[in-house]
């Protein structure tokens, strides 16, 4: 196995590898100045079995790149090539809300499903569409993080109160707090626009029995985590600290939740950045290990 991340992830990769026995070479990723892009491998992928390891928080700009490496590396002589996207692009577009609108989630997943034969990535952000494999055509693996947050939260927040700041944040939530042993509590959310929102005030939970612990997927402009943490702190609670599998974050949107009162903003790494604190490196080795090596002895015996 030969893990080839693309720029900005190979810490993660090499965090990856320790767990696996694998390989770490990096690729080239040059972009002229008209935008287009130039990908160079690494010599010695001939025979060997390689994953492209890519978040895909900007997918528009790493598809191409990906489409191109995979390709080459079968030129290359490798045996089969797989992708893991901690961060997986482009889920949440999954139904036409408008006439005429692209459904992007399909799409994305037929054009990925072209130039790989298998997909690991980490707590897609599935609404409507129920598995992976219900729109991917190659194998894949979704990678649950709950438990290694449920450890986090034990460790550090030993007198956590679980929050969702919205109905999509139940499903993770709900496995944390199960895990942890913790009640928790979902807010209700009204979306007024891509940057506004309204969340409720919390209701169910004693804020003044510990400290507030706001759990969420991603936060994108952050809108939905700022609105929670000041409904949190209008109720009189500690300063919380706000938890995100994926660190997303457009604009301003981390200092956005750090200046709205939160005490403390984590993620995992799924994403390059500083608020990551909790590796996802030894579970997305088991997983690659169950995507590649066991999916390729399938394959020889079939």
Not at 5 to 16: Q, V
Not at 114 to 140: C, G, K, N, Y
């Amino acid at each position: 196995m030969i893990l080839v991340p693309l720029p900005g992830m190979t810490s993660l990769a090499n965090g990856i590898a320790r767990h696996l026995d694998a390989q770490v070479l990096p690729l080239d990723l040059h972009r002229f100045p008209d935008g287009e892009s130039l990908v160079t491998l690494p010599d010695g992928l001939s025979g060997a079995e390689i994953a492209l390891v890519a978040s895909l928080r900007d997918p528009d700009r790493l598809a191409l790149p990906l489409r191109f490496a995979a390709a080459t590396a079968r030129e290359l002589g490798a045996v089969r090539v797989g992708l893991v996207a901690p961060y997986l692009g482009y889920m949440r577009q999954d139904r036409r809300f408008e006439a005429g609108q692209a459904i992007s989630a399909l799409l994305f997943a037929q054009f990925l499903g072209e130039s790989f034969e298998w997909l690991v990535t980490v707590d897609p952000h599935l609404h409507r569409i129920a598995q992976l494999d219900d729109v991917f055509p190659m194998p894949t693996v979704r990678v649950p993080s709950a438990s290694l947050i449920a450890a986090w939260v034990a460790s550090e927040v030993p007198d956590a109160i679980l929050l969702g700041p919205d109905s999509e944040s139940q499903q993770w939530v709900a496995d944390v707090a199960q895990m942890a042993g913790l009640a928790y509590e979902v807010l209700r959310k009204r979306r007024i626009g891509d940057r506004q929102v309204e969340v409720s005030a919390p209701e169910g939970a004693d804020l003044s029995r510990g400290t507030p612990v706001i759990l969420d997927d991603i936060a994108s402009s952050g809108r939905t985590m700022v609105r929670a943490v000041e409904r949190v702190l209008a109720a009189g609670a500690k300063p919380p600290v706000c938890v995100l599998i994926h660190a997303v974050f457009s604009d301003r949107a981390f200092d956005d939740i750090l200046t709205a009162g939160a005490a403390r903003v984590v993620t995992t790494d799924t994403i390059p950045h500083p608020s990551n604190a909790i590796s996802v490196a030894e579970c997305l080795a088991a997983a690659i290990q169950a995507a590649a090596f066991e999916g390729l002895a399938k394959e020889i015996r079939s």
